[in-house]
């Protein structure tokens, strides 16, 4: 899955760490997300969506886009 965390959390000026820390994760489990080594769990998403005040399907795109109707 594609992801946009590390340039947003670039615009921000944050570093893993910090970014981390404001979701209660660990540092490595955001580089595992950044690098798409990790999907995070349906909470996660958002709880990041919220962060950074966007819908999660603008921060992760699975690569289905235009599919709605089923297939």
């Avoid at 595992?32 to 919220?50: C, M, N, Q, V």
């Amino acid at each position: 899955m594609n992801n946009q965390l590390k340039v947003l959390r670039a615009m921000r000026n944050w570093s893993q760490a910090e970014l981390a820390d404001r979701l209660d994760v660990s540092r490595q489990a955001v580089n595992a997300i950044e690098t798409g080594k990790y999907d995070p769990s349906l909470p996660l998403a958002f709880k990041l969506a919220r962060l950074f005040a966007m819908p999660i399907e603008e921060i992760f795109d699975d690569g289905h886009e235009g599919h709605d109707d089923g297939r």
